[in-house]
T-cell receptor, first 116, second 116 residues
Framework: AQSVTQLGSHVSVSEGALVLLRCNYS??????LFWYVQYPNQGLQLLLK??????LVKGINGFEAEFKKSETSFHLTKPSAHMSDAAEYFC??????????????FGKGTKLSVIP | EAGVTQFPSHSVIEKGQTVTLRCDPI?????LYWYRRVMGKEIKFLLH????????ESGMPNNRFLAERTGGTYSTLKVQPAELEDSGVYFC??????????????FGPGTRLTVT
């Protein structure tokens, strides 16, 4: 069975400071890894994903994440936080098989607050 | 192009009553997923349709939950009778059916269900 652990249900950073949201996973097969973001009153939006290839992946809004197999981690970072980054972030894993459909296993989410 | 829509956005019902949630996927998306987030917990998979067929309903909590997708378009999720522990946010997601390629799941804004 797959699982995802997100360290910290709430994270606060100052505007302009580094954003680091932690995610560790467990999977018995090579995983596909995702970060989703949910802004208030909106659906989940895919921020970035790791499937195969380069372990450092870049997403939207300046976010990036690095897949570290040895550490079973997929931490999300952004060099400089903006007020608009305040949202809830979800890490997810899938055993995507290439068949075009897959089930996501999510972490509990991390609410990011950005302090002016 | 319209995104995934869900109705209602909020529903408050009493224990023992029936509630039906609706999801309209993105037009042309054969895959439709239901997920649920109970407060304080992670988002969990409920079931997956491919067109009108249930592909995987391993996440359905019990037989009080009934999902349908008649005609392979919109889907409904009925809870009958509702219990207190059914409270949470119910998300719907849809994706194209393309083998050999990664396809993104697009999420709706969710329906917040409160059972009192």
């Amino acid at each position: 069975a797959q699982s995802v652990t997100q360290l910290g249900s709430h994270v606060s950073v100052s505007e302009g400071a580094l954003v680091l949201l932690r995610c560790n996973y467990s999977s018995s097969v090579p995983p596909y890894l995702f970060w989703y973001v949910q802004y208030p009153n909106q659906g989940l939006q895919l921020l970035l994903k790791y499937t195969t290839g380069a372990t450092l992946v870049k997403g939207i809004n300046g976010f990036e994440a690095e897949f570290k197999k040895s550490e079973t981690s997929f931490h999300l970072t952004k060099p400089s936080a903006h007020m608009s980054d305040a949202a809830e972030y979800f890490c997810a894993v899938s055993d995507y098989s290439g068949a075009g459909s897959y089930q996501l296993t999510f972490g509990k989410g991390t609410k990011l607050s950005v302090i002016p | 192009e319209a995104g995934v829509t869900q109705f209602p956005s909020h529903s408050v019902i009493e224990k023992g009553q029936t509630v039906t949630l609706r999801c309209d996927p993105i037009s042309g998306h054969d895959n439709l997923y239901w997920y649920r987030r109970v407060m304080g917990k992670e988002i969990k998979f409920l079931l997956h349709f491919v067109k009108e067929s249930k592909q995987d309903e391993s996440g359905m909590p019990n037989n009080r939950f009934l999902a349908e997708r008649t005609g392979g378009t919109y889907s409904t999720l009925k809870v009958q009778p509702a219990e207190l522990e059914d409270s949470g946010v119910y998300f719907c997601a849809s994706s194209q059916k393309r083998t050999g390629f990664f396809v993104e799941q697009y999420f709706g804004p969710g329906t917040r269900l409160t059972v009192t």
